[in-house]
């Protein structure tokens, strides 16, 4: 195990019904640091961007407008394994198909309203760190 640093992102969903900390307690109390944080509204070319990887599903258009529909809570989350950790407190991508006391399956109000992101690997956890924070702006 190893001391690792990912990004979370606390969906709009979420932030609308005022979840927010809720959230991050999930986080907190499974042993994850929050090291950087900002509440945001993405435009569109930043949720185009943060999502190119799924540009050719059938969801893109509307996951980019869900994102952008509200503010989004990006963080920096430090802890052993965190980047798994952070999957593990999230849950399935569907809220439907999570486990018991996961974020998504206690808030989650569909697929696409899943509440929470995390990176899913080492590099796409440093590369989406760096597309949200400065290395200033994260203090462990
Ligand atoms: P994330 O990347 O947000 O942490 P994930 O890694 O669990 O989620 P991905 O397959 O990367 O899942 O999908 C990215 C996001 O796209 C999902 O979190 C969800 O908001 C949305 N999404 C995924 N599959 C669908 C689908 N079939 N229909 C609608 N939206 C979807
Ligand atoms: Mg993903």
Redesign the pocket.
């Known amino acids: 195990m190893a001391v690792e640093r990912t990004l979370s992102i606390i969906k709009p969903d979420a932030t609308r019904r005022n979840l927010t900390g809720a959230i991050v307690a999930r986080f907190e109390e499974a042993g994850l640091r929050v090291v950087a944080q900002r509440r945001m509204r993405l435009t569109p070319e930043q949720a185009q961007q943060f ?1 190119a990887v ?1 540009s050719e599903r059938a ?1 893109f258009d ?2 980019c407008a869900f994102m952008t529909s509200g503010p989004v809570v990006v963080q920096v989350l430090e802890g052993e394994d965190a980047i798994a950790k952070n999957r593990e407190v ?1 849950g399935a ?1 569907n809220p439907a198909n999570a486990d018991e006391g996961t974020i998504r399956r206690d808030f989650g109000e569909s ?2 309203a ?1 509440s929470a ?2 990176s ?1 690997a080492p590099e796409t956890a440093a590369e989406e760190i760096a597309f949200f924070f400065r290395g200033i702006d994260i203090v462990g």
Do not use: P, R, S
Request: cysteine-free; aromatic content about 16%.
């Open positions: 999502y799924h969801f509307d996951l999230m991508t697929v696409e899943n992101h995390g899913d």
